[in-house]
């Protein structure tokens, strides 16, 4: 089974080169600044690094990245301290070791070391890795949020992640799909859509992987409260259709973690809280389309980006699955 990620002939992130080097040193400084200080060495000295790193920022929370070393590269930061990394290998494969789990990546198992633990890893010839760089404070944060309560105990991972996992899915095809938007869209990072991949990136992570919390996210939902779950949930949403919303927003507003906010949102209509805020937001540009006095293409970029659709083709998808009919028909057909 492919997995959603691949290496593609252009490097990913170009446009967000750091920098490119032969020098050892010079690689162990520059990745440094990004990650943490770090010990650096190669098994083969005779042959020459051909490190790269291009590091695209979303907001505060997250960085996506692309890391290269060329031949074979022993890297030990010690304690990562404040974030967390998914490591997902393009080609070739890593030994990691963190506290007392060890495991080796490659294409179909990413690594997840935890900042509390220490690490250390060896990177094969030629094992190219994409990086998803995750606050520690950012992440705990979200999975008090999600789970409804305090939780005092450090998050730590399971340092093994298998991309095959059809829970993982959905994660996988966003990085893919978020990592082309920054390519291609000079106003992605630091937007309204950013704000909300970073929380989806987090609370994806939090609920689809394992860690030594993952019971907390996992109590089944009072179904005494569904009903006015639901409702709060979903006027909160619609109050807020062109404003950043979370799932931890919800969870915050209405008082159930995430597991019960989910349940009873699938129990009422079959659709998750975020399904919802999509349809309403595409709902709500319909409204807007068909009460425009314009009839050009710049006013449906308009309205779609001022409800966070930053990305045109993916937006005319999911309005056409939806309503049957282009954007621009609505608008011409008013």
């Avoid at 490097?11 to 050892?24: I, K, N």
């Avoid at 690094?49 to 022993?74: I, W």
């Avoid at 630091?190 to 919390?213: F, K, P, R, W």
Wanted: proline content about 5%; some cysteine; glycine content about 4%.
């Amino acid at each position: 089974m492919d997995i959603a990620l691949s290496a593609p002939a252009r490097l990913p992130l170009e446009r967000f080169r750091l920098f490119d080097s032969h020098d050892l040193d010079e690689a162990r400084d520059f990745v440094g600044r990004v990650f943490c200080p770090h010990e650096l060495s190669t098994s083969q000295p005779r042959r020459r690094l051909d490190a790269r790193h291009h590091s695209a920022r979303l907001n505060d929370g997250a960085s996506l990245n692309y890391v290269q070393y060329g031949p074979e590269v022993d890297i030990r930061p010690g304690y990562l301290k404040d974030f967390f990394l998914l490591q997902i290998p393009l080609r070739g494969g890593a030994d990691v070791r963190c506290g007392a789990q060890q495991m080796r990546a490659d294409v179909r198992t990413a690594s997840l070391p935890s900042p509390t633990e220490p690490l250390a890893m060896r990177w094969a010839d030629d094992s190219p890795h994409l990086i998803l760089k995750l606050s520690r404070t950012a992440m705990q944060t979200r999975l008090e949020q999600l789970a409804q309560r305090t939780i005092g105990q450090p998050l730590v991972f399971d340092l093994a992640v298998r991309l095959d996992t059809p829970a993982l899915a959905p994660l996988l095809s966003f990085i893919q799909c978020l990592r082309e938007s920054m390519e291609q869209d000079d106003g992605f990072c630091g937007s309204m859509l950013a704000d909300q991949a970073e929380s989806y990136l987090m609370s994806s992570l939090l609920l689809c992987t394992s860690h030594n919390h993952s019971a907390a996210l996992q109590e089944s939902p009072r179904r005494a409260l569904l009903p006015r779950a639901v409702r709060r949930a979903q006027e909160y949403m619609t109050a807020r259709l062109d404003s950043v919303v979370t799932l931890a927003d919800l969870c915050s507003h209405v008082g159930v973690s995430a597991r019960a906010l989910q349940a009873a949102f699938r129990a009422h209509d079959g659709q998750s809280p975020m399904e919802f805020l999509r349809n309403a937001r595409l709902d709500r540009i319909r409204s807007e389309l068909r009460a425009a006095s314009e009839d050009d293409a710049l006013q449906v970029a308009r309205v779609a980006a001022r409800y966070g659709f930053l990305h045109a083709g993916r937006f005319s998808t999911d309005y056409r699955r939806r309503f049957g009919e282009s954007p621009s028909r609505t608008l011409r057909g008013r």
